[in-house]
């Protein structure tokens, strides 16, 4: 394993610890007035008008409902044709360089293990490339070690300066936790963008080698751009789509500005990597192959795959679901959503998954009950990493919660 130090600076390998706290290293009070909040916010949810063809609720940005209570959404979908397994491989031949190597973008979680074990398959000659923003959790750090040792895989790891990116995140949580504002959040996840950035340039030191991305049209989350008032066309909300508009850009930039002005603490600490990750990730171009437009994305046979194969573990213990496993930030944001909103990111992927006629509305209701299911461990974790005190983020938590659902806190 090689690793490349983005910001020329000392790092190590220390910045690998934090993210993974035992129930018993956890105070009993914070996680009981967190779990008595996230109850508070599942009534709410559970209140919501929702969709009849998928789940999403009214508070979706943007929203509507026709006279059967069909979603705007689901209106406007069109389900996408799938090439298939043999273009996506032909695809790759004819991208290679003399070298025939190809970089395959690595996270630890599902989706990403997967391709990497699918491209491995094809007998590619795979390198894989990680950016570690110090998020990635000790979970998605095993399963990567574990698959690249068990196929023999180079794997590159970039890391910026771990630590420092941990205090300016804790600036811009303190901040953000003194004027909660759903639509900046994404602010707080800007320090993960440079992501596409590195990939690009690894491929590049690599002789031009193509590069892979594991995101799939179902992981859409759209939705934290429009809230600070992004627009979208239908159909990309409906699917993966980084690139916003200028119109929409501005709006967001405006949104975002504004609760710079309201919250102080928020924007110095994250400035430049909120200004290059916005860069990067909305108005880059993205030239990656992406395999799951080529496949439908199935959830159950990739995960079956990999804990067969390769003893992948989901981490089920720190985070209800392994689709944003690789990100110990989730807990808290779906918090944050499910408050506000009713909703997390995960009513997105089941309505898109029901969309593409992979799952009954049925099923995604009775899986959405373990999707939200409130993660206190996960949520402490993150807080503790950056350098939170539990108590007092708990308490502006159980103050936002009260000024958005209007009970008492406690
Ligand atoms: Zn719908």
Same mark, same amino acid.
């Given at each position: 394993?090689?690793?490349?130090?983005?910001?020329?600076?000392?790092?190590?390998?220390?910045?690998?610890?934090?993210?993974?706290?035992?129930?018993?290293?956890?105070?009993?009070?914070?996680?009981?007035?967190?779990?008595?909040?996230? *109850?508070?916010?599942?009534?709410?949810?559970?209140?919501?008008?929702?969709?009849?063809?998928?789940?999403?609720?009214?508070?979706?940005?943007?929203?509507?409902?026709?006279?059967?209570?069909?979603?705007?959404?689901?209106?406007?979908?069109? *389900?996408?044709?799938?090439?298939?397994?043999?273009?996506?491989?032909?695809?790759?031949?004819?991208?290679?360089?003399?070298?025939?190597?190809?970089?395959?973008?690595?996270?630890?979680?599902?989706?990403?293990?997967?391709?990497?074990?699918?491209?491995?398959?094809?007998?590619?000659?795979?390198?894989?490339?990680?950016?570690?923003?110090?998020?990635?959790?000790?979970?998605?750090?095993?399963?990567?070690?574990?698959?690249?040792?068990?196929?023999?895989? *180079?794997?590159?790891?970039?890391?910026?300066?771990?630590?420092?990116?941990?205090?300016?995140?804790?600036?811009?949580?303190?901040?953000?936790?003194?004027?909660?504002?759903?639509?900046?959040?994404?602010?707080?996840?800007?320090?993960?963008?440079?992501?596409?950035?590195?990939?690009?340039?690894?491929?590049?030191?690599? =002789?031009?080698?193509?590069?892979?991305?594991?995101?799939?049209?179902?992981?859409?989350?759209?939705?934290?751009?429009?809230?600070?008032?992004?627009?979208?066309?239908?159909?990309?909300?409906?699917?993966?789509?980084?690139?916003?508009?200028?119109?929409?850009?501005?709006?967001?930039?405006?949104?975002?500005?504004?609760?710079?002005?309201?919250?102080?603490?928020?924007?110095?600490?994250?400035?430049?990597?909120?200004?290059?990750?916005?860069?990067?990730?909305?108005?880059?171009?993205?030239?990656?192959?992406?395999?799951?437009?080529?496949?439908?994305?199935?959830?159950?046979?990739?995960? *079956?795959?990999?804990?067969?194969?390769?003893?992948?573990?989901?981490?089920?213990?720190?985070?209800?679901?392994?689709?944003?496993?690789?990100?110990?930030?989730?807990?808290?944001?779906?918090?944050?959503?499910?408050?506000?909103? =009713?909703?997390?990111?995960?009513?997105?992927?089941?309505?898109?998954?029901?969309?593409?006629?992979?799952?009954?509305?049925?099923?995604?209701?009775?899986?959405?009950?373990?999707?939200?299911?409130?993660?206190?461990? =996960?949520?402490?974790?993150?807080?503790?990493?950056?350098?939170?005190?539990?108590?007092?983020?708990?308490?502006?938590?159980?103050?936002?919660?009260?000024?958005?659902?209007?009970?008492?806190?406690?």
């Amino acid at each position: 394993m090689s690793v490349i130090d983005a910001s020329r600076q000392e790092t190590g390998m220390e910045g690998a610890q934090g993210l993974h706290l035992q129930s018993n290293e956890v105070e009993e009070d914070f996680s009981r007035r967190m779990e008595r909040v996230a *109850e508070q916010a599942s009534s709410y949810a559970a209140t919501l008008r929702r969709c009849t063809a998928c789940v999403l609720p009214e508070t979706f940005p943007g929203i509507s409902f026709n006279d059967q209570g069909v979603c705007s959404i689901c209106q406007n979908f069109q *389900e996408p044709e799938y090439p298939g397994l043999e273009k996506l491989s032909s695809d790759l031949q004819d991208q290679l360089t003399p070298n025939g190597k190809v970089l395959v973008c690595l996270s630890g979680g599902r989706d990403s293990c997967y391709i990497l074990h699918l491209i491995h398959e094809f007998g590619f000659d795979v390198i894989a490339y990680t950016y570690d923003w110090g998020m990635v959790t000790t979970a998605a750090r095993e399963n990567m070690s574990r698959m690249c040792g068990d196929l023999g895989i *180079e794997h590159v790891l970039v890391s910026p300066d771990i630590r420092q990116n941990r205090v300016r995140i804790h600036r811009a949580l303190r901040a953000w936790l003194k004027k909660p504002k759903l639509g900046t959040i994404p602010i707080l996840m800007a320090g993960d963008k440079p992501y596409f950035r590195w990939a690009r340039e690894i491929a590049r030191e690599r =002789g031009d080698i193509p590069a892979v991305l594991a995101d799939h049209p179902m992981e859409t989350t759209g939705f934290k751009a429009m809230l600070a008032g992004a627009t979208f066309s239908p159909n990309q909300a409906g699917g993966v789509s980084y690139r916003l508009g200028p119109t929409g850009m501005a709006k967001m930039a405006l949104s975002y500005g504004l609760h710079a002005a309201q919250s102080p603490g928020m924007f110095p600490a994250l400035f430049k990597e909120g200004l290059t990750g916005f860069v990067d990730y909305y108005l880059r171009k993205h030239d990656f192959v992406r395999p799951f437009s080529y496949i439908p994305w199935e959830e159950e046979q990739l995960e *079956e795959l990999l804990r067969s194969k390769y003893d992948w573990s989901s981490g089920e213990d720190r985070s209800s679901s392994s689709w944003r496993m690789g990100d110990g930030t989730a807990p808290f944001y779906n918090l944050m959503y499910q408050i506000g909103l =009713g909703m997390t990111e995960h009513d997105t992927l089941r309505s898109n998954q029901i969309r593409y006629g992979l799952m009954e509305r049925s099923e995604a209701i009775t899986r959405l009950e373990t999707d939200n299911r409130f993660n206190s461990l =996960g949520l402490a974790s993150y807080f503790v990493t950056v350098g939170i005190d539990l108590q007092w983020a708990g308490s502006r938590i159980e103050e936002f919660a009260f000024q958005s659902l209007g009970h008492e806190g406690n």
